[in-house]
């Protein structure tokens, strides 16, 4: 019903920056908040940053003032700019969106398949 494509994940030096873009897809009506986790080797998937329908953001505090998400809601996309790449972002980053399908009245959460981020120090 609902399709998650991220793209731009990959190897960079630390210090470096990356940008990652999730696009979704599908039977939706419309979405709500968007986002971006991260699961590394051994830990529980955290919160990277989120964004509101309305462009509101909320971001970890470990990310805070090096990463940037946004939106396109034309384009059912969110983008999460990470600069000063640190080798503890080593991760795979997953996006989230909140969506409200043709069909439904309903809420639903959908997640991407994933895509790896690798600092190398």
């Known amino acids: 019903q609902v399709q998650l494509v991220e793209s731009g994940g990959g190897l960079v030096q630390a210090g470096g920056s990356l940008r990652l873009s999730c696009a979704a897809s599908g039977s939706i009506f419309s979405i709500n908040g968007m986002g971006w986790y991260r699961q590394a080797p051994g830990k529980q998937r955290e919160l990277v940053a989120r964004?509101?329908?309305?462009?509101?953001?909320n971001y970890a505090d470990s990310v805070k003032g090096r990463f940037t998400i946004s939106r396109d809601n034309a384009k059912n996309t969110v983008y999460l700019q990470m600069n000063s790449l640190k080798p503890e972002d080593t991760a795979v980053y997953y996006c989230?969106?909140?969506?409200?399908?043709?069909?439904?009245?309903?809420?639903?959460?959908?997640w991407g398949q994933g895509t790896q981020v690798t600092v190398s120090s």
């Open positions: 964004i509101s329908s309305g462009g509101s953001t």
């Open positions: 989230n969106a909140v969506v409200r399908l043709t069909t439904s009245t309903v809420f639903f959460s959908y």
